[in-house]
């Protein structure tokens, strides 16, 4: 019998895999939950201050990834998460995001040029 974990966190999130699994599978079930449920709940253990939103957000940045295999059972991806923390991931397991930006011709956005602006300015007051 399987314990219940005590993280709050545990069966939001393993009820979102659930569903993005169905989702992506013509809603075959997510296979072995038991090792999935171990998995997330050894990866919440490890990473207690990562808020339930930002995960759930790395689940769904997972399945819109582009060359990942989405029947992959969910046990054996799980401590992969933080990897889709800035979005999903191009078939070579680069950011989306840094992709359409170059065919966009190179723009930042506001929150890139603040960061840049002072990370010159801090190095000039050295």
């Keep these: 019998m399987m ?9 939001t999130l393993l009820c979102e895999i659930d569903r993005l699994y169905r989702a992506a599978n013509g809603e075959l079930p997510m296979p072995l939950p038991g090792r999935a449920a171990k998995a997330l709940k050894d990866f919440l253990d490890e990473n207690p201050k990562w808020p339930l939103n930002i995960l759930i957000a790395c689940c769904r940045n997972r399945f819109a990834s582009r060359g990942v295999n989405l029947a992959l059972p969910p046990h054996a991806w799980i401590c992969t998460l ?3 923390a800035r979005g999903p991931l191009d078939e070579w397991g680069k950011p989306l995001e840094d992709r359409r ?4 011709g190179g723009k930042r956005s506001a929150d ?3 960061e840049e602006y002072w990370k ?5 007051n050295r």
Aim: aromatic fraction near 4%.
């Design 112 to 114: 890139e040029m603040v």
């Design 120 to 124: 010159k300015r801090m190095e000039l």
């Design 101 to 104: 930006r170059k065919a966009e």
């Design 3 to 11: 314990k219940i974990s005590p993280d709050s966190r545990h069966h």
């Design 82 to 84: 933080p990897q889709y």
